[in-house]
């Protein structure tokens, strides 16, 4: 089967899913649609049930009931095999772990990334330089991840996790482990690539930058209990803005409407 980019509006799409471990039902039959260019955030207390959202969005887990169509791919046709492909075409992850390797270049860090899409090593060199230009990190290709801050690494996580230009990033936590300004800078990132069209959700519980973002899923109890501007936050793609680390967290210009929260 080929992982091509079929031309459909949803990028994400669940209908009446659950998933239950053991006995427990993390997920009590929830819809979800999320179009192109949305940035979503999905928030609700602990065990709510958002990072098992996450994992069947992600296709790292498959559902115990109901349809996952990630860019139109129903996950439930396709072989373990087909899934890592369309994970590496398709998606990007950050954690709230930056889950970098130690003792090699954000370069490489992030040229790593690619490997799985069989791009030659120097293509994937370029696109990893151009990946952290566009966190703000193209002063600091040669860094490891042990030279480079808390939210330095975060960003570098965010260049691998967009070096492969996915259609969809899914970010769970991603500021949990960063001091406020640390969090708003790559905050301010995310900001910037959704601005240029990436497809985001994030997942947060915290209610600031939950507000922060145009939609707001809420989930409680392995439901999803509140849904506010659906379909907002669409925007055409564009040239990537122009940031600094000087702008970054100022969160004021291009991107959501709402400043960056802390
Ligand atoms: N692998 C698993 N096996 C058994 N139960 C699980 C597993 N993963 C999650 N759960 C349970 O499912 C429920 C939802 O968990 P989930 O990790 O999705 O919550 P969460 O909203 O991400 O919480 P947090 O904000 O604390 O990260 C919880 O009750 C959790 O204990
Ligand atoms: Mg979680």
Request: a positive charge; one cysteine or more; glycine letters at 12%.
């Amino acid at each position: 089967m080929s992982i091509q980019q079929p031309e459909q509006p949803y990028v994400v799409e669940l209908r009446e899913v659950t998933k239950v471990y053991g006995g427990v039902r993390a997920l009590r039959g929830v819809d979800l649609l999320v179009g192109r260019g949305e940035l979503v955030a999905i928030a609700g207390p602990s065990g709510s049930g958002k990072s098992t959202l996450l994992h069947l969005i992600g296709t790292l887990d498959r559902p115990t009931t109901g349809t996952v169509r990630i860019a139109g791919h129903d996950v439930a046709g396709l072989s373990d095999r087909e899934l890592s492909a369309l994970r590496a075409r398709h998606l990007g992850f950050v954690f709230q772990q930056f889950h970098l390797a130690p003792g090699v270049s954000a370069l490489d860090n992030v040229a790593d990334g690619l490997l799985y899409t069989g791009t030659p090593l120097r293509a994937r060199r370029e696109r990893a330089a151009a990946a952290l230009e566009r966190v703000g990190l193209g002063h600091r290709l040669g860094h490891r991840p042990n030279q480079l801050s808390g939210g330095e690494q975060q960003r570098v996580a965010v260049a691998r996790a967009v070096a492969g230009d996915p259609p969809l990033l899914l970010a769970d936590e991603p500021t949990g482990n960063l001091d406020s300004a640390a969090g708003a800078e790559v905050l301010g990132v995310l900001r910037d690539l959704h601005a240029a069209g990436t497809t985001i959700a994030v997942i947060t519980h915290d209610p600031e930058i939950a507000e922060w973002c145009p939609r707001q899923v809420r989930v409680r109890d392995g439901n999803v209990v509140a849904d506010a501007g659906a379909g907002t936050g669409r925007r055409p793609p564009g040239p990537n803005p122009k940031r600094t680390p000087e702008t970054a967290p100022n969160a004021e210009t291009a991107g959501a409407a709402k400043g960056a929260p802390r």
